[in-house]
């Protein structure tokens, strides 16, 4: 079974679970303690939401605001424009902001969330019957 483990850093884990609720994250209890909260977005896609301590503990590296600095960037895929626009306005809601205006490439479009904590996700719809007849590729 091929799976990923996000393990994010947040101030206040129970604000960060309550946000990536309201983007369509599910709890998962077996994985969820007082320090740790395991959000899934699908049977590969799992995102552990971890005190800024337990975050430190065993880590000899400073952790990075990603208020002030860019660390990684996640892009969730999503069955449609019309998903990704809910998402987002879910997003908004719950108090994330939106950095940059939605990209559209024709074949794909995408809008990036910041969370409370600032770490960016873009939502994707990407159209991959336009794009393999945009590039000529075929798959088998």
Same mark, same amino acid.
């Not at 996000?6 to 604000?15: Q, S, Y």
């Not at 709890?27 to 049977?43: A, G």
């Not at 208020?67 to 999503?78: Q, S, Y």
């Not at 559209?104 to 019957?129: A, K």
């Given at each position: 079974?091929?799976?990923?483990?996000?393990?994010?850093?947040?101030?206040?884990?129970? +604000?960060?679970? +309550?946000?990536?609720?309201?983007?369509?994250?599910?709890?998962?209890?077996?994985?969820?303690?007082?320090?740790?909260?395991?959000?899934?977005?699908?049977?590969?896609?799992?995102?552990?939401?971890?005190?800024?301590?337990m975050a430190?503990?065993?880590?000899?590296?400073?952790?990075?605001?990603?208020?002030?600095?860019?660390?990684?960037?996640?892009?969730?895929?999503?069955?449609?424009?019309?998903?990704?626009?809910?998402?987002?306005?879910?997003?908004?809601? +719950?108090?994330?902001?939106?950095?940059?205006?939605?990209?559209d490439e024709?074949?794909?479009?995408?809008?990036?969330?910041?969370?409370?904590?600032?770490?960016?996700?873009?939502?994707?719809?990407?159209?991959?019957?336009?794009?393999?007849?945009?590039?000529?590729?075929?798959?088998?």
């Amino acid at each position: 079974m091929k799976q990923i483990f996000i393990n994010l850093p947040v101030k206040d884990v129970e +604000a960060s679970m +309550a946000f990536y609720t309201q983007l369509g994250f599910k709890v998962n209890p077996l994985f969820t303690f007082d320090d740790q909260k395991c959000m899934v977005w699908s049977e590969q896609i799992y995102v552990m939401l971890q005190t800024l301590k337990m975050a430190e503990s065993g880590n000899k590296k400073n952790l990075t605001d990603p208020k002030k600095n860019t660390i990684a960037t996640f892009t969730l895929p999503v069955e449609s424009l019309d998903k990704v626009n809910e998402i987002i306005e879910n997003g908004l809601k +719950a108090g994330g902001t939106e950095p940059t205006p939605m990209i559209d490439e024709g074949f794909m479009q995408v809008r990036n969330l910041e969370d409370l904590d600032g770490h960016i996700w873009g939502i994707i719809y990407l159209d991959i019957d336009k794009f393999k007849e945009m590039t000529n590729k075929k798959t088998e």
